[in-house]
């Protein structure tokens, strides 16, 4: 097994100038600690937000949740996808406290709305309601989505955190149906503080309206191909939104000197010149969240000492009504210079690299179907052939790379293209695995999934 130097990363926190204790970290690190000297580089880098446990979800500090469960009972749902989505149902609602409010509605071809808004600790008649979940008729999904917020809307407070979770198993087929009608429903959802968490169930769910819809209300898309799965999916999605610990989350990253941002990795940054910066409506009890830059380090460094590349900057609010003062945490991460290029190549770090390739693979799965809707299947192969040998080289070179899977989920997207496939499951698939926890939109073309 080769051993690899890691970068050195300091980290610190403090609020209002004085250091001070805090549930958030942030750790940073460099794809390697020795770069070549005498010529540019190109250099990765891997932030990372680590999160403590939550306050007790009993005390003042628990954000009420208003939360409506809108549940696709269309005929395809028959059997094992609507069997599985009681169950969720049933599990999701055991993880609100009581103070928070539920509603549920099913929709076929038309809505109905089984459990109207009701406070947790009133909710006698749920089981009941659940098994009245039938599978037939189509799918009124853009009507469905506005009864849900309007059921919201009706109960929401200046404190409460709005979510619609919406099941569904295929395509909408009553009803507005088009991209732009769900791009601009997501929209006003999201204007209006209403979030939508979308799970796709199955394999024939429409990913690119399920996740237009979570992005643009700054919610978070996520796949249940197999139906046993469902229940922990959503029970784990509501249990974060329970679970909040801070909000209005800022993280820049500034790199010294004239290296210059080339491009942010698997999540959509706000980019200048030298720095980059990246926000999140809330961060999450226990949650590890990584974002990563691709940047140019110019050539010609001194040898010899370690210098800092980087510095990065996170500051948020608590959730705690009491805390007045935004937190703010402090890292910075250093690298050295020399002339040898087979120093550089053995300091390595395997563990942001092949994060580094994991974010490659999904944005280059989305560029290049959408270079495919756009016509251009020459180029949409051309790069995903390549990056799929890049990788090939690399997992010959460290026995430890384990890029294996996303060498499969490329090869599978090339099949996809070839035989004239506008839509991969592997583009869902992927992308989740990315954004568990993205509350903002990833960039370029839609794909999210567990």
């Given at each position: 097994?080769?051993?690899l130097?890691i970068?050195?990363?300091?980290?610190?926190a403090f609020?209002?100038g004085?250091l001070?204790?805090?549930?958030?970290g942030?750790?940073?690190?460099?794809?390697r600690a020795?770069?070549?000297r005498?010529?540019?580089?190109?250099?990765?880098?891997k932030?990372?937000?680590?999160?403590?446990?939550?306050?007790?979800?009993?005390?003042e500090?628990h954000?009420p949740?208003?939360?409506?469960?809108a549940?696709?009972?269309?005929?395809?749902?028959?059997g094992?996808?609507?069997?599985a989505?009681?169950?969720?149902?049933?599990?999701?609602?055991?993880?609100?406290?009581?103070?928070?409010?539920?509603?549920?509605?099913?929709?076929?071809?038309e809505?109905?709305?089984?459990?109207?808004?009701?406070?947790?600790?009133q909710?006698?008649?749920a089981?009941?309601?659940?098994?009245?979940?039938?599978?037939e008729g189509?799918?009124?999904?853009f009507?469905?989505?506005?009864?849900?917020?309007?059921?919201?809307r009706?109960?929401?407070?200046?404190?409460?955190?709005?979510?619609?979770?919406?099941?569904?198993?295929?395509?909408?087929?009553?009803g507005?149906?088009?991209?732009?009608?769900?791009i601009?429903?997501?929209t006003e959802?999201?204007s209006?503080?209403?979030?939508?968490?979308?799970?796709?169930l199955?394999?024939?769910?429409?990913?690119?309206?399920?996740?237009?819809?979570?992005?643009?209300?700054?919610?978070i898309?996520r796949?249940?191909?197999?139906?046993?799965?469902?229940?922990?999916?959503?029970?784990?999605?509501?249990?974060?939104?329970?679970?909040?610990i801070a909000k209005?989350a800022v993280?820049?990253?500034v790199?010294v000197?004239?290296s210059?941002?080339e491009?942010?990795l698997g999540?959509?940054a706000?980019?200048e010149?030298?720095?980059?910066?990246?926000r999140?409506?809330?961060?999450?009890?226990?949650?590890?969240?990584?974002?990563?830059?691709?940047?140019?380090l110019?050539a010609?460094?001194?040898t010899g000492?370690?210098?800092?590349?980087?510095?990065?900057?996170?500051?948020?609010?608590?959730?705690d009504?009491?805390?007045k003062?935004?937190?703010?945490i402090e890292?910075?991460?250093?690298?050295?210079?020399?002339?040898?290029g087979?120093?550089?190549?053995?300091?390595?770090d395997l563990?942001?690299?092949r994060?580094?390739?994991?974010?490659?693979v999904a944005d280059?799965i989305?560029?290049?179907f959408?270079?495919?809707?756009?016509g251009?299947?020459?180029?949409?192969?051309?790069d995903l052939?390549?990056l799929a040998r890049?990788?090939r080289?690399?997992e010959?070179?460290?026995?430890?790379m384990?890029?294996?899977s996303?060498?499969?989920?490329?090869n599978?997207a090339?099949a996809?293209i070839?035989?004239?496939?506008?839509?991969?499951?592997?583009?869902t698939?992927l992308?989740?695995?990315?954004y568990p926890?993205?509350?903002?939109?990833?960039p370029?073309?839609?794909?999210?999934?567990?």
């Amino acid at each position: 097994m080769r051993r690899l130097s890691i970068a050195f990363v300091t980290v610190f926190a403090f609020s209002t100038g004085l250091l001070a204790e805090t549930p958030v970290g942030l750790e940073l690190g460099l794809d390697r600690a020795i770069y070549r000297r005498l010529s540019s580089n190109t250099a990765y880098l891997k932030a990372t937000i680590k999160t403590g446990e939550s306050p007790d979800l009993k005390s003042e500090q628990h954000r009420p949740l208003n939360i409506a469960f809108a549940v696709d009972s269309s005929g395809s749902m028959e059997g094992e996808k609507l069997d599985a989505a009681k169950n969720a149902i049933r599990e999701a609602i055991l993880v609100l406290s009581s103070s928070d409010r539920v509603s549920l509605l099913a929709y076929g071809s038309e809505i109905e709305t089984l459990i109207p808004s009701t406070a947790v600790d009133q909710l006698t008649l749920a089981d009941p309601a659940i098994e009245n979940l039938l599978a037939e008729g189509g799918s009124a999904l853009f009507d469905a989505i506005e009864a849900a917020a309007n059921e919201l809307r009706s109960h929401a407070t200046p404190d409460s955190t709005n979510l619609i979770a919406l099941i569904s198993d295929g395509k909408a087929n009553k009803g507005p149906r088009e991209s732009d009608d769900f791009i601009r429903l997501g929209t006003e959802l999201g204007s209006s503080g209403i979030s939508l968490t979308a799970i796709g169930l199955g394999d024939k769910y429409d990913e690119e309206t399920l996740y237009q819809l979570a992005s643009t209300s700054g919610g978070i898309f996520r796949s249940a191909r197999n139906p046993a799965k469902l229940p922990s999916i959503l029970k784990e999605e509501i249990s974060k939104l329970n679970r909040a610990i801070a909000k209005d989350a800022v993280l820049e990253i500034v790199f010294v000197g004239t290296s210059r941002v080339e491009k942010s990795l698997g999540r959509a940054a706000e980019i200048e010149r030298r720095s980059a910066r990246f926000r999140f409506d809330h961060l999450y009890a226990l949650q590890e969240l990584s974002v990563a830059l691709q940047a140019e380090l110019p050539a010609d460094r001194a040898t010899g000492h370690r210098q800092r590349i980087a510095r990065a900057t996170l500051t948020y609010s608590p959730i705690d009504k009491d805390s007045k003062e935004p937190v703010v945490i402090e890292a910075d991460v250093r690298a050295s210079f020399v002339d040898s290029g087979r120093s550089s190549y053995r300091s390595i770090d395997l563990d942001v690299l092949r994060t580094i390739c994991v974010f490659q693979v999904a944005d280059s799965i989305r560029e290049a179907f959408s270079l495919f809707d756009d016509g251009n299947q020459k180029q949409a192969l051309k790069d995903l052939r390549n990056l799929a040998r890049q990788l090939r080289i690399l997992e010959s070179d460290f026995e430890d790379m384990r890029v294996g899977s996303q060498i499969a989920a490329l090869n599978r997207a090339i099949a996809d293209i070839e035989s004239g496939k506008n839509s991969a499951i592997e583009q869902t698939a992927l992308t989740n695995t990315l954004y568990p926890r993205t509350l903002v939109a990833p960039p370029s073309k839609p794909a999210a999934a567990e």
